[in-house]
C-alpha cells in the first residue's frame, strides 16, 4: 500500500465544509465534485474536477476550515499532499507555485462570471468588484 495515495468509492465524502484541514489532493483517476450549502442546507454542484486536478489546497494556503464539501463522483484515486509536502513545494519549486497562482486564478475569474450572471447589474443594484479601480475612485494625472 502507498502511504500517498488514497481510493475513495463513488459517493464517498472525502471532506466536509468547516473541517479542519492537514492536506490537499491531487487526482490520479476519476472525478471529485465540489458542494457547497446554502443556508435551508440544500447542497449544490460548484465545480466537477478530474484528472491531474488539485482541491482542497485552500485550508493549506490559509490554515482555515475547509471552505466546502468534496465528494467522490465516481471511483477516484488521490495523492495526498500534506502541509509539509506543499509548504516545500511552494518554497523550493517556483513552478509549482506558479501553477498553483493560475489554477486558483481561474477558479477566481469562474466564480466571478458565475456572479456576475447571478447579481444585478451596476445600474439597478450592487456593484460586484473585481478590481483595484472598483474599490478606489483612480483619477488619472
Do not use: W
Not at 488514497?6 to 483517476?29: H, M, P, R, V
Request: charged share 30%; glycine share 8%.
Amino acid at each position: 500500500m502507498d502511504n500517498h495515495f488514497i481510493t475513495f468509492n463513488k459517493d464517498e465524502i472525502i471532506f466536509l465544509e468547516g473541517q479542519s484541514s492537514d492536506c490537499a489532493y491531487i487526482i490520479e483517476s476519476g472525478k471529485v465534485g465540489i458542494y457547497r450549502e446554502d443556508s435551508l442546507g440544500n447542497r449544490f454542484l460548484v465545480r466537477e474536477l478530474g484528472n491531474k486536478e488539485l482541491f482542497g489546497e485552500m485550508s493549506l494556503i490559509d490554515k482555515s476550515p475547509r471552505s466546502a464539501t468534496a465528494i467522490a463522483l465516481k471511483n477516484t484515486r488521490c495523492m495526498i499532499v500534506e502541509r509539509s509536502r506543499f509548504d516545500y513545494m511552494t518554497k523550493f519549486h517556483p513552478h509549482f507555485t506558479v501553477s498553483l497562482i493560475k489554477s486558483l486564478t481561474e477558479r477566481l475569474r469562474a466564480t466571478i462570471a458565475r456572479l456576475n450572471k447571478a447579481e444585478p447589474s451596476r445600474k439597478g443594484g450592487l456593484a460586484i468588484k473585481t478590481t483595484v479601480s472598483d474599490y478606489y475612485d483612480i483619477k488619472g494625472g
